[in-house]
């Protein structure tokens, strides 16, 4: 999975550098997809289970003036590195107001965690865990607002993800966790409410 949303990327990084050449007019000025909308937009953002986890960034191509394609990662976050890859239509022309959107999330886990916890016994000892990478679809809704006039945009992300992967760790060593440390571990792992925020740099 992490391959693919790789790809992805990848595959928007050659579109981005299409388009900063085909939206160019002759006298060599930039023109926009139409509506006031940007080709390509180049986000950073933050948030609880949000594309781009703790902190991250990515890049939004625009087809059309109410679709548009985006993926990227997230470089801080509780379970590894997180890929991104999805799809946005927009209510409006011109990639502001509202959006809804959908795709896959990809975190990568952490091997060889090592956190102190409640055991099986009732006692707190350290242990060590393999976090599994967990793969997510999620849902979203959007809101752009447009900040000042070059096609830059603050947003707003709410939506809902869901792990496709059962098993979200495995403990290497120690005394075997109790099910309420397990239950923490679950319940911190990839998935859950979205709720993420950002700004978005028009190109």
């Known amino acids: 999975m992490k391959k693919y949303l790789t790809s992805g990327l990848l595959l928007l990084t050659v579109l981005s550098a ?4 085909s939206y160019r007019s002759s ?13 390509l937009n180049i986000d950073l953002g933050t948030g609880i289970n949000a594309n781009t986890a703790l902190l991250g960034g990515g890049i939004d191509y625009h087809f059309t003036e109410k679709f548009s394609m985006n993926a990227g ?11 991104y890859l999805g799809g946005k239509a927009y209510t409006r022309p011109g990639h502001e107001g509202w959006a809804f959107g959908g795709g896959l999330t990809y975190n990568t886990g952490l091997s060889e965690f090592v956190s102190e916890q409640e055991t099986i016994y009732g006692t ?19 809101k752009y607002w447009r900040i000042g006039q070059r096609n830059n945009r603050f947003f707003l992300q709410l939506g809902w993800s869901r792990s496709v992967n059962a098993v979200k760790f495995k403990q290497l060593q120690g005394t075997p966790v109790s099910s309420n440390s397990a239950a923490v571990t679950r319940f911190i792992s990839p998935g859950g409410i979205v709720i993420g925020v950002g700004f978005s740099f028009g190109t």
Not at 18 to 21: I, S
Not at 27 to 39: I, T, Y
Not at 73 to 83: A, R, V
Not at 127 to 133: A, I, R
């Open 18 to 21: 299409t388009a900063q050449k």
């Open 27 to 39: 006298d060599g000025s930039q023109r926009n997809l139409g509506g006031n909308g940007a080709r």
């Open 73 to 83: 990662i997230g470089l801080i976050s509780s379970w590894g590195n997180k890929f």
């Open 124 to 142: 707190r000892e350290k242990v060590t865990l393999d976090l599994l990478p967990q793969t997510c679809v999620f849902l979203s809704t959007y």
